[in-house]
Each structure stands twice: as C-alpha cells, then as structure tokens.
C-alpha cells in the first residue's frame, strides 16, 4: 500500500448516537452494525486501505435511501453511498467511518420502452443485467466497464464508468438522460429529462454523473438506448513491442477508422493473456484488440480497413476471431487483466491516466522511462483509442512504495504535460486526490468544493474524496 495517512475517524459517541437513530429507522434486516458485517463493506477494487463503517444501512428503496440520508444528517455522521464496491479509486471506502448506505437492494429494471429507446433502472441493477435484457429487445446500452458482471448502475453514473466500447459509443454520461437522486437530509430531486433534446435549466444530470457520490446518491436512471449492432466482428495485430502498436493506433485515427473498441496491451499484459491460455506468437510483445460493429457487410469492409492499417504500421501478424467462442475467450481475457494483473505481485496500483490520442506512443514511451528511472515494475493497457490507458505499477515490498509514489508523480505530471488528464473512468476518489492541484487550479479546485457545500453544507456525504485535505483536515 501506498503511505497515505489516515482520516481521523468519527467519535466512539456519535457511531452510537447514528446506531441508535438507525436502529428506530430500520428494522434488523436492513441495518449491519456487527463488526465483520462492516468490515465487509469498507472496502473497493483499489489499493486505498479499506475502513470497516461504524453501520450498513441496505436499502431497497428510494425510502430507505431517504432515511438514512436524513438519519446521518441528524446524526451529523459521515454517510458513503456503495454500490458493488468495484471501484478503482476508492470512491465507496467510508474513510472517517460513520454510516455507509448501500443501494444494492433496489434492483429492478423498471422500464424498457422500445420506441423510446429508453430504459428505467434502479441503482442496484447489475450493468450484464441490464445488457442482456436491452439486448433482448434488439436493443443496446452501450458502457461496458470490465467489471460488468457484478458493478451497479449506481456506481456506473456515480464514476461515469467507461468501456472498450467508450471509443466509438461514449462513456455513462453520454446515456443518462435524467436521475432520481436523494440529497443529504432525505431531499429527492428528479433531474433531466426523457425526452432526445431538452436545454431546460441547468445540466445538472450531467453534473452529478460522475460526481462520485459526493453530491447526491442515486436511486434511479433513465438511460438512453441504441438498437443493437446487427453484427460484430473482431481482430487481434500482434506487434514487436509497445511502441509499434502505438503508431498503429494513431495510423487507425488519421485514416478516420472508428471501431467501436480499440485495446492495447503491451508486453507484460500480454504475457498475462498468454497465461490465460491464449498462445500468441512468442515474437509479439504488444498487440491491439480491435473490434467492429454495424451492418454484417459494412463490419466486413471495416476489418480489412482496420487490417490494412495495422499491417502497414508493421504488425507481425492480424488475425481474425473466427466465432463467437472465441470473441468471448478473448474479451474474457481482457477483462480478467484488472485481476490478473493483481496476482503478479503483492501490491498494485492501476491508473486511467488519459492523452490526447496523437500521444498514445508518447505516453508508452515516458512509461518505459520511468520505469526504468525509478525501477518500479509497470504494465500498460487499456482503451488506446481514447488515449485512456491503465498503467499498472506493481511492487513487493513495502520498503519501494517511495519509489511508486515517486513514479507515480512522474506519470501524472507526464500525462499533464502531454494535456492530458488523471482520470479517464475511475474516478479521482480518495486514491488521487492530492494529485488533483497538478490537473486543476486553486480557483476551479474551490468552485467546485463550494458547490459540494450547496449539495452538502456540513461536509457529511462521502467526506474527504476528489478534492486534496485541506490544511486543518477539512473535507
Ligand atoms: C479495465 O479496463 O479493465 C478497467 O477499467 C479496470 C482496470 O484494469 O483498471
Ligand atoms: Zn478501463
């Protein structure tokens, strides 16, 4: 783990005032208060060191969320909104312990109108539940983070979760037309709108994609829809290292060719992959995911423009998936990295850091250097066609997380450098926050906390995220 120091937590007094104002409020089948029961709510898929809450409160409804909100301001306790606790920056982690309300009980789909092209889901739904019923319709939602099979829209619109498919489809943001939120003190807003075009007022849907849960907490969304690709196709290039492949992504955006996912591995990932049963060739120490959708002929046409392309940037090889099977064994693969790449080593760090897409090869080429400056083993892959890369910095012993801080500000500053930005889908969360000053100035960094206090006067809902500590230890 990285030395971050720890959050004071509340007192011993005000987690029993919050238990026992919950305790009224919710019978004992919504509310956790034993110490394992916590503790198993403390934490997400980052590397921020989980904090056991003093109690869970399981909603199944916008009710309950209401409650709770309304208990936690009464009770003046911090409250952590959860959803499948698959975040990557610590977004859901109750860092000063207090109450953390999960939303992982409101789980229906409400509504799937195929005219429209809309559908209507409560925060718990799980993102593969959602695909498949959209999808059974003819329909298509497009996001698809890695962790689909278990994230929660919630956590989605909270982090505006992105995808391989982000690079010609867009991230959350692009299809929430409008939220039903609670505020803190129990208030309910509905924003936006379900109709294609509406300029009414403010965006403040927009606004609270993304927002991490430190404005409002979700309880439902209305989605925008697409209907669904009639056909998919997908082809792998296998490249002599990382810096080819990043020439042949920039060579793909010159030609204006838009797959719909366009993924990049480098060598260390792509050992990963052949560890998954996957056999590249042993020349290749890079290679591209590349995948197209759209009409069966016009899917044709794009593979072998996409083919071309990466042949003529020097691919040592192109192939295309045969069938379905094995679209699926690779994709599995791919999502599998986050993990696989865990299991290398004790420690991990995973960042989204995004360049403009001209600058893919340049940011692997600062990787590899700084690596090779601070000795910190790094891995890269990602969603090259955005220019949104996970560099994964994995390290043993404790004694090298200097090294990983240092390399770490090294990329960052890197990144900004190229204006580029910190986080393309994961979120600033607690993880990042103190390198928010190298992205943001003074000036942006409080017109944005001084919006958090309209939402959130007293500073309760999930404290101490996105923005950097202040000198005295305020949110
Ligand atoms: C992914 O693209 O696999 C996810 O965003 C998670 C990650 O690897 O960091
Ligand atoms: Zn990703």
Same mark, same amino acid.
């Given at each position: 783990?990285?030395?971050?120091?720890?959050?004071?937590?509340?007192?011993?007094?005000?987690?029993?005032?919050?238990?026992?104002?919950?305790?009224?409020?919710?019978?004992?089948?919504?509310?956790?208060?034993?110490?394992?029961?916590?503790?198993?709510?403390?934490?997400?898929?980052?590397?921020?060191?989980?904090?056991?809450?003093?109690?869970?409160?399981?909603?199944? @409804?916008?009710? $309950?969320?209401?409650?709770?909100?309304?208990?936690?301001?009464?009770?003046?306790?911090?409250?952590?909104?959860?959803?499948?606790?698959?975040?990557?920056?610590?977004?859901?982690?109750?860092?000063?312990?207090?109450?953390?309300?999960?939303?992982?009980?409101?789980?229906?789909?409400?509504?799937?109108?195929?005219?429209?092209?809309?559908?209507?889901?409560?925060?718990?739904?799980?993102?593969?539940?959602?695909?498949?019923?959209?999808?059974?319709?003819?329909?298509?939602?497009?996001?698809?983070?890695?962790?689909?099979?278990?994230?929660?829209?919630?956590?989605?619109?909270?982090?505006?979760?992105?995808?391989?498919?982000?690079?010609?489809?867009?991230?959350?943001?692009?299809?929430?037309?409008?939220?039903?939120?609670?505020?803190?003190?129990?208030?309910?807003?509905?924003?936006?709108?379900?109709?294609?075009?509406?300029?009414?007022?403010?965006?403040?849907?927009?606004?609270?994609?993304?927002?991490?849960?430190?404005?409002?907490?979700?309880?439902?969304?209305?989605?925008?829809?697409?209907?669904?690709?009639?056909?998919?196709?997908?082809?792998?290039?296998?490249?002599?290292?990382?810096?080819?492949?990043?020439?042949?992504?920039?060579?793909?955006?010159?030609?204006?060719?838009?797959?719909?996912?366009?993924?990049?591995?480098?060598?260390?990932?792509?050992?990963?992959?052949?560890?998954?049963?996957?056999?590249?060739?042993?020349?290749?120490?890079?290679?591209?995911?590349?995948?197209?959708?759209?009409?069966?002929?016009?899917?044709?046409?794009?593979?072998?423009?996409?083919?071309?392309?990466?042949?003529?940037?020097?691919?040592?090889?192109?192939?295309?998936?045969?069938?379905?099977?094995?679209?699926?064994?690779?994709?599995?693969?791919?999502?599998?990295? @986050?993990?696989?790449?865990?299991?290398?080593?004790?420690?991990?760090?995973?960042? $989204?850091?995004?360049?403009?897409?001209?600058?893919?090869?340049?940011?692997?080429?600062?990787?590899?250097?700084?690596?090779?400056?601070?000795?910190?083993?790094?891995?890269?892959?990602?969603?090259?066609?955005?220019?949104?890369?996970?560099?994964?910095?994995?390290?043993?012993?404790?004694?090298?997380?200097?090294?990983?801080?240092?390399?770490?500000?090294?990329?960052?500053?890197?990144?900004?450098?190229?204006?580029?930005?910190?986080?393309?889908?994961?979120?600033?969360?607690?993880?990042?926050?103190?390198?928010?000053?190298?992205?943001?100035? $003074?000036?942006?960094?409080?017109?944005?906390?001084?919006?958090?206090?309209?939402?959130?006067?007293?500073?309760?809902?999930?404290?101490?995220?996105?923005?950097?500590?202040?000198?005295?230890?305020?949110?």
């Amino acid at each position: 783990m990285l030395r971050r120091p720890p959050f004071e937590r509340i007192s011993s007094s005000a987690a029993d005032r919050a238990r026992r104002l919950l305790g009224r409020a919710f019978g004992p089948s919504k509310l956790l208060v034993g110490a394992e029961a916590c503790a198993a709510h403390g934490g997400d898929e980052s590397d921020a060191d989980p904090v056991a809450p003093d109690a869970v409160v399981l909603a199944s @409804s916008a009710d $309950d969320v209401a409650l709770a909100l309304a208990v936690a301001a009464e009770a003046e306790v911090p409250i952590t909104p959860r959803g499948a606790g698959t975040g990557k920056s610590g977004g859901c982690v109750p860092v000063a312990g207090g109450i953390v309300l999960s939303t992982l009980g409101l789980r229906s789909i409400v509504e799937i109108d195929r005219e429209e092209l809309i559908a209507v889901v409560e925060a718990g739904v799980v993102l593969a539940d959602l695909h498949a019923a959209v999808e059974a319709e003819g329909l298509f939602y497009p996001p698809d983070p890695s962790s689909l099979a278990s994230c929660a829209l919630g956590g989605n619109v909270a982090e505006n979760a992105g995808g391989p498919r982000a690079f010609k489809y867009g991230v959350t943001r692009d299809y929430v037309r409008g939220l039903e939120v609670v505020t803190m003190g129990g208030a309910r807003l509905v924003t936006g709108r379900r109709t294609q075009k509406g300029v009414t007022g403010y965006d403040v849907t927009a606004l609270l994609v993304g927002s991490e849960g430190t404005l409002a907490v979700t309880t439902r969304a209305t989605l925008r829809l697409v209907p669904k690709p009639p056909a998919v196709a997908t082809l792998l290039a296998l490249f002599a290292d990382v810096r080819a492949s990043g020439r042949a992504v920039s060579a793909i955006i010159a030609a204006g060719l838009v797959p719909r996912c366009l993924e990049l591995f480098d060598a260390g990932t792509l050992e990963a992959v052949r560890g998954r049963g996957l056999p590249f060739d042993p020349r290749a120490g890079a290679m591209l995911l590349l995948e197209v959708d759209g009409d069966p002929a016009g899917c044709e046409v794009a593979l072998e423009h996409v083919g071309g392309v990466c042949a003529d940037a020097g691919a040592i090889e192109v192939l295309c998936a045969q069938d379905a099977a094995q679209r699926d064994r690779l994709w599995d693969a791919r999502r599998q990295l @986050s993990h696989a790449t865990r299991a290398m080593a004790r420690h991990k760090i995973s960042e $989204d850091v995004v360049v403009p897409r001209t600058r893919v090869a340049d940011l692997l080429a600062e990787v590899e250097a700084i690596a090779a400056a601070t000795g910190v083993r790094m891995l890269t892959y990602g969603h090259a066609g955005d220019g949104n890369l996970h560099v994964n910095l994995l390290w043993d012993d404790p004694d090298d997380a200097a090294r990983v801080e240092q390399a770490l500000e090294r990329l960052f500053r890197a990144v900004v450098v190229m204006r580029g930005t910190l986080s393309g889908e994961h979120g600033i969360g607690v993880t990042k926050a103190e390198f928010l000053p190298l992205e943001q100035g $003074d000036e942006l960094i409080d017109l944005q906390r001084r919006l958090k206090a309209v939402f959130d006067p007293k500073g309760l809902l999930n404290p101490h995220k996105i923005f950097p500590r202040r000198a005295h230890g305020s949110c």
